[in-house]
């Protein structure tokens, strides 16, 4: 039951029970109030003096009856002291009789009103205060949000001949992020991420087709059924290298900086992806695909007039070529060349390096089969095996 009366200067709030044995109403339980606690407490403390006076508010009776007996709840606001205060609620506790009924008041409490308007003021003020607070916060953001994305989307470029959204640093940097839409490319530019190129629809294009032969490229994709979608795809048509996806049920375009970023640190090779999430695609493996492609652009046919000019290509480059029947099958950097060539599964009969012929490197060309190593220099070699030929450049037919 809420106190109504008028607040005046009220400091307390007794708070009593009452149960009757019969049926009583509101001014029956008033009258005995006032009636058995007449002359109890002196004249100092006679509620119907203090109640002229001010000092006691309108006593609130809420009772209701049911099977013959009454039940309700009685508040007395007090302006008396917390001394004065308790010993009215305690004379609340003498009274066992509503006219002609049996009864029992106990008191549940005695508030102190002011520090519950007091805690309402507080709780009040902290609403408000929040209010304030994100009212301005969100001015901030909104005024912050307005001149970044102005700026942001006019560094948004049209790229390729799909005119797809783009970064303004796709065509300069070696790897570039593979997004879904327009947005994804303005929310990754708002962090400064300027190398994302939009698919822009369901269909991968052309555009990005070309550019995955050429760059180191990350599909990032929304973390829902339509990223799957175009995953696939991607994975069907373009030489994906690494994956990463936003968090469940988000879309890249609304990832924070903090989401964004952590998606991108656990981007997963695309061959771990596939493994871990049991999906297959029809094509071959990129690094197949790739090595096979290197092997066919480096099985030129070298004739021996050619050499010479080989020779010096590949002593530009810091480079060695494994020929076999005057084709090279392989091309190997010096600083790689003992490594490589014995893990190599190609098959050769000559070795071109642009480098010194060394004993150790003789020792690896015998292991592999090779029957003629052509270098820079021959070193020191103590050890020639019988079947292996060494030259020079100056040896060389020109």
């Known amino acids: 039951m809420q106190l109504n009366t008028d607040p005046y200067a009220a400091k307390y709030l007794i708070r009593a029970t009452i149960e009757t044995e019969g049926i009583v109403e509101r001014p029956d339980v008033v009258g005995a109030i006032f009636g058995q606690t007449e002359g109890l407490l002196g004249d100092e403390l006679d509620l119907r003096d203090l109640q002229k006076s001010g000092r006691i508010g309108r006593i609130e009776v809420d009772i209701k009856s049911e099977k013959g007996k009454s039940v309700g709840e009685i508040l007395i606001p007090s302006s008396l002291d917390q001394v004065e205060t308790a010993i009215l609620a305690a004379a609340l506790e003498t009274i066992d009789r509503v006219g002609p009924c049996r009864s029992r008041v106990k008191v549940i409490s005695i508030e102190d009103i002011r520090a519950t308007k007091r805690q309402k003021v507080v709780d009040r003020a902290k609403e ?7 009212q301005g916060k969100q001015v901030s953001e909104d005024l912050i949000k307005t001149v970044r994305e102005a700026v942001e989307i006019e560094e948004v470029v049209i790229y390729g001949e799909d005119h797809l959204p783009a970064g303004p640093n796709v065509d300069k940097s070696e790897a570039i992020i593979v997004v879904e839409g327009r947005s994804d490319v303005i929310n990754l530019l708002n962090y400064g991420i300027k190398n994302a190129i939009a698919v822009n629809g369901t ?14 490229v990350t599909a990032f994709l929304d973390g829902d059924h339509g990223g799957d979608l175009i995953l696939k795809e991607l994975l069907q048509v373009a030489d994906i290298d690494f ?17 964004l970023m952590k998606a991108l640190r656990n981007k997963v090779p695309v061959e771990q992806y596939l493994a871990t999430h049991n999906i297959e695609i029809k094509k071959e493996k990129k690094e197949e695909k790739k090595a096979e492609e290197k092997k066919e652009e480096n099985e030129e046919e070298v004739k021996e007039n050619d050499i010479g000019a080989l020779f010096k290509e590949l002593n530009a480059k810091k480079e060695a070529a494994l020929l076999k029947d005057n084709k090279v099958v392989e091309r190997i950097p010096l600083n790689e060349l003992i490594d490589k060539l014995k893990a190599t599964k190609e098959k050769g009969d000559t070795l071109i390096t642009g480098g ?20 820079y220099k021959i070193g020191n070699v103590t050890k020639k095996p019988l079947n292996i030929k060494l030259m020079t450049k100056d040896m060389v037919k020109k």
């Open 128 to 134: 408000l205060l929040q209010m304030l607070l994100k």
């Open 203 to 216: 269909s991968v294009p052309k555009t990005i087709v070309e550019l995955s032969k050429k760059k180191i």
């Open 243 to 259: 994956i990463a996806r936003a968090p469940p049920g988000y879309e890249v375009e609304e990832l924070t900086y903090k989401q």
């Open 356 to 375: 010194i012929i060394s004993q150790r490197l003789v020792d690896v060309a015998s292991e592999k089969g090779i029957t003629k190593i052509i270098g």
